[in-house]
């Protein structure tokens, strides 16, 4: 079955993350609210705005939790050290 997604409902849940995750580019968060959408859809949820805000707010947080500070990134060497190939 077809199903057709509230345009204005997906709109507004990801202005509103947009806002809150500014560091991430509007695509990125427009493509993880839809892909939230459709996995609650998938596991067989009621899909609610609210579900889909709190699915897709968890997987933002995620996304800013696993980049690394740029300060801290480390270069690797090279050539590899003796007794590491």
Known sequence: MLQTYPVRDLQQVAARLHDEFSALSHRCVERCVSDSWKCAEHLGYQVTPSL?????????????????????AVALPAQPHEGLV
């Open 52 to 72: 889909v805000e709190g699915l897709a707010r968890e997987h933002l947080q995620a996304v800013i939790n696993s980049e690394p500070p740029s300060r801290l």
